[in-house]
């Protein structure tokens, strides 16, 4: 396996800023199982070589930092959530019940074939909600596809679809889309009423770049108007 996305000035600061020599970082390493030379750690922090998984995660605890910090980004890919919570591949497989061989797939592939079962006990091993679960296993554009049909047409028949992608009682899903139904549609009648009544365009632009906005954050409002996240304080009101 390759290794992880590593930061050598990351490294070299968080070292600098709890007033750590190498040798002390190395010394506490080693109490945790991970034996390295100073000359190593140096050569970290310089980019002549890079550390591995093991030891990306004996460096952070020695260092008093998150793995984040190291890897210098903020995990999105399944690879990166795995490392930001020290877990090996051979770890998170074991925990969420998936053969080896089938999750390094999945994580090199990037392409999610567990079972909800599966994809239950990765969410909960990794600490994801439900938005970045999707965008994690790649499925974030089935649900924007379901709710941009919804919300277009027959919104009842999509109804269980969004309900199993998300894992919310159909009750909450189908309340969510009746909403986002009726604020589509409000759009629709909006711009149709301005374009009758031969407003300006100036306005019909303001109305369609209104609609575009609400279609662009339609997947965080579903999950918020089903349940599935709470809310944040400053959410709008249906337009």
Known sequence: MSHPPFSPAQARAARLRIGLTPEQV??????LGVRR???TVMSWETGAAAPSETELFALADALWCTVPELMDLRPTSLREHRLARHFTAERLAERIGMDLQAYARAENDHHWN?????????????GLEPAELLRVIGRAGELDGLLRQAVEG??????????RLVGAPERGVAQALRT?????AHFNERYMGHLVARSDHARLKEIAKERAEWLHGLSDRFLHLAGVVAPPPDDRPSP
């Open 37 to 39: 030379l100073p000359q």
């Open 26 to 31: 190395v010394a506490a390493m080693a109490q």
């Open 114 to 126: 567990g079972t909800d079962r599966q994809t239950l006990f990765l969410a909960d091993a990794l």
């Open 154 to 163: 027959r919104w009842k028949h999509h109804t269980a679809p969004l309900a």
């Open 180 to 184: 986002l139904h009726q604020e589509y």
